[in-house]
Protein backbone atom coordinates (compact mmCIF):
# COMPACT_ATOMS: atom_id res chain seq x y z
CA UNK A 1 0.00 0.00 0.00
CA UNK A 2 1.17 3.60 -1.03
CA UNK A 3 1.65 5.72 1.75
CA UNK A 4 0.20 9.41 0.64
CA UNK A 5 3.22 12.04 2.05
CA UNK A 6 1.28 15.61 3.33
CA UNK A 7 1.81 18.09 1.43
CA UNK A 8 4.30 20.04 3.76
CA UNK A 9 7.03 16.96 3.15
CA UNK A 10 6.14 16.66 -0.69
CA UNK A 11 9.41 17.40 -1.71
CA UNK A 12 11.46 14.80 0.43
CA UNK A 13 14.31 13.26 -0.92
CA UNK A 14 12.83 9.94 -1.71
CA UNK A 15 15.71 8.52 -2.93
CA UNK A 16 16.92 8.98 1.07
CA UNK A 17 13.99 6.81 2.33
CA UNK A 18 13.95 2.86 2.62
CA UNK A 19 11.14 0.19 2.98
CA UNK A 20 11.40 -2.79 4.70
CA UNK A 21 9.60 -5.30 5.96
CA UNK A 22 10.10 -3.39 9.79
CA UNK A 23 9.43 -0.42 8.24
CA UNK A 24 11.32 3.00 6.96
CA UNK A 25 14.45 3.71 7.18
CA UNK A 26 16.09 6.90 6.11
CA UNK A 27 19.66 7.57 5.17
CA UNK A 28 22.13 10.31 6.37
CA UNK A 29 23.09 12.76 3.29
CA UNK A 30 26.73 11.10 3.03
CA UNK A 31 25.10 8.12 3.05
CA UNK A 32 27.05 6.02 5.84
CA UNK A 33 24.41 5.96 8.51
CA UNK A 34 20.90 4.66 8.33
CA UNK A 35 17.85 5.28 10.62
CA UNK A 36 15.06 3.43 11.77
CA UNK A 37 13.02 1.88 11.88
CA UNK A 38 9.89 3.81 11.58
CA UNK A 39 5.89 2.73 11.72
CA UNK A 40 5.23 5.41 8.82
CA UNK A 41 6.89 6.77 5.81
CA UNK A 42 5.46 10.72 7.35
CA UNK A 43 7.47 9.38 10.69
CA UNK A 44 10.48 8.91 8.87
CA UNK A 45 10.80 11.75 6.85
CA UNK A 46 9.26 13.87 9.64
CA UNK A 47 12.36 12.41 11.45
CA UNK A 48 15.10 13.18 8.47
CA UNK A 49 13.93 16.59 7.98
CA UNK A 50 14.47 17.31 11.20
CA UNK A 51 18.13 15.93 11.60
CA UNK A 52 19.07 17.78 8.45
CA UNK A 53 18.12 21.07 10.24
CA UNK A 54 20.10 20.18 13.00
CA UNK A 55 23.00 19.31 11.04
CA UNK A 56 26.48 20.78 11.89
CA UNK A 57 27.44 24.44 9.83
CA UNK A 58 30.56 24.46 8.91
CA UNK A 59 32.74 26.83 10.12
CA UNK A 60 31.15 26.18 14.01
CA UNK A 61 33.59 25.51 16.82
CA UNK A 62 33.38 22.35 18.66
CA UNK A 63 32.30 24.47 22.13
CA UNK A 64 29.64 26.46 19.50
CA UNK A 65 27.97 22.89 18.96
CA UNK A 66 28.51 21.22 22.40
CA UNK A 67 26.65 24.26 23.70
CA UNK A 68 23.87 23.74 21.08
CA UNK A 69 23.12 20.44 22.31
CA UNK A 70 23.15 20.66 25.93
CA UNK A 71 27.04 19.68 26.83
CA UNK A 72 28.62 21.51 29.86
CA UNK A 73 32.00 22.75 29.17
CA UNK A 74 33.26 22.05 32.53
CA UNK A 75 34.94 18.62 32.99
CA UNK A 76 34.66 17.10 36.58
CA UNK A 77 38.24 16.05 37.18
CA UNK A 78 37.29 12.78 39.11
CA UNK A 79 35.68 11.72 36.49
CA UNK A 80 36.71 13.18 33.39
CA UNK A 81 32.93 13.64 32.19
CA UNK A 82 31.26 16.40 31.70
CA UNK A 83 29.63 18.20 34.84
CA UNK A 84 26.18 17.32 36.39
CA UNK A 85 23.43 19.77 35.90
CA UNK A 86 25.83 22.23 33.68
CA UNK A 87 27.49 23.21 37.26
CA UNK A 88 31.16 22.11 38.76
CA UNK A 89 30.70 19.79 41.66
CA UNK A 90 32.51 20.81 45.03
CA UNK A 91 35.36 18.76 46.19
CA UNK A 92 34.24 18.40 50.47
CA UNK A 93 37.48 16.48 51.48
CA UNK A 94 39.23 19.80 51.94
Known amino acids: MRQVIP ?3 ADYDETRIIE ?3 G ?3 TTKDGERELGPFATLVEAVEEM ?3 DDEAFTPGESLAE ?3 EI ?3 DWIDPDTHEPAEEGRA ?3 DSH
Open 20 to 22: RPD
Open 70 to 72: GIA
Open 89 to 91: RID
Open 49 to 51: ESS
Open 24 to 26: FYW
Open 7 to 9: QTH
Open 65 to 67: AED
